[in-house]
């Protein structure tokens, strides 16, 4: 059983509402304009991608002073943490490419790892004005203009699954040879962890994820996606794991069900 430092529920509240936030502070970056730069490792970087962060980790660190942040810009400005079996992991603005592109498919992320396993998620989809949160062990929920409302994956249709995949990876042959053989209905492709939320609310089956991510990409939709009843594991069946010394995951699946 996990021990957390603060009660999950609060833990969830807080991480929602500057997720929730966050997305605001998105939006208003998009609507007046913002020019685009890149990184040292050459990933794009944007004011958003800051702000966003720096409200992220004011939120954290003044609710939960107990709990060490690990956020991508920080840690690609060169600041490393300290962190113990309990941790936040938070990308700001996951898919910068897609929202310096104009187009809708970026999220903001929040998650928490206990003993290597990500145990609560908050994620925001600022241009569709979507939340989600969740706590292992409990449920998942969406929140939009509708209101609240829990989210489940499916089970796969008869007629195949419907897959989703990277826009930054579409050509990538792996891809092609990984699903020769499987029952396919659909094929899309859409950038950031959106792919992560649409499997939990049953809106896709499978994500395969055959090209590299960080852990700040994965922790928040993973612990969404397992609340949800799907699961989030390596190629040879074994759980996605935090904590790693570079932060880097290696590839991974994203399942409604075991038999996908």
């Known amino acids: 059983m996990t021990i957390l430092p603060y009660p999950a529920r609060d833990l969830l509240e807080v991480a929602t509402r500057l997720a929730d936030e966050a997305a605001g ?26 702000a966003a962060e720096r409200h992220i980790l004011t939120g954290l660190r003044a609710a939960f002073p107990l709990i060490p942040v690990v956020a991508e810009e920080e840690v690609a400005a060169g600041v490393r943490t300290a962190v113990g079996s309990c941790f936040w992991l938070v990308d700001p603005l996951d898919g910068t490419r897609e929202f310096a592109a104009g187009r809708d498919d970026f999220t903001v992320n929040i998650g928490l790892v206990s003993d290597g396993t990500p145990v609560l998620g908050a994620m925001a989809l600022p241009a569709y004005h ?30 195949g699954l419907s897959v989703l995949a990277s826009r930054h990876y579409a050509d990538d042959p792996r891809l092609a040879t990984w699903l020769a053989g499987r029952p396919v209905a659909s094929l899309g492709n859409i950038g950031s962890a959106a792919k992560f939320v649409r499997v ?21 939709p993973q612990a969404i996606v397992e609340a949800a ?9 074994t759980p996605l794991r935090y904590g790693k010394t570079d932060w880097r995951n290696p590839p991974f699946l994203c399942s409604a069900r075991p038999s996908a």
Do not use: C, N
Not at 25 to 50: C, H, L, M, N, Y
Not at 139 to 149: E, H, L, N, P, V
Not at 204 to 217: C, I, V
């Open 229 to 237: 009843g799907g699961m989030v594991v390596l190629t040879d069946g």
């Open 200 to 220: 939990a609310e049953g809106a896709a089956d499978l994500y395969p994820r055959l090209g590299p991510t960080m852990e700040w990409d994965t922790a928040a």
């Open 130 to 159: 979507q939340l989600y949160g969740a706590i292992a062990g409990q449920d998942a929920w969406r929140r939009d203009a509708a209101g609240q409302t829990p989210i489940h994956v499916r089970q796969p249709p008869p007629e």
């Open 25 to 50: 502070i998105i939006r208003a970056v998009r609507a007046r304009g913002f020019t685009t730069q890149s990184k040292q490792d050459a990933s794009p970087v944007t004011e958003a991608d800051e």
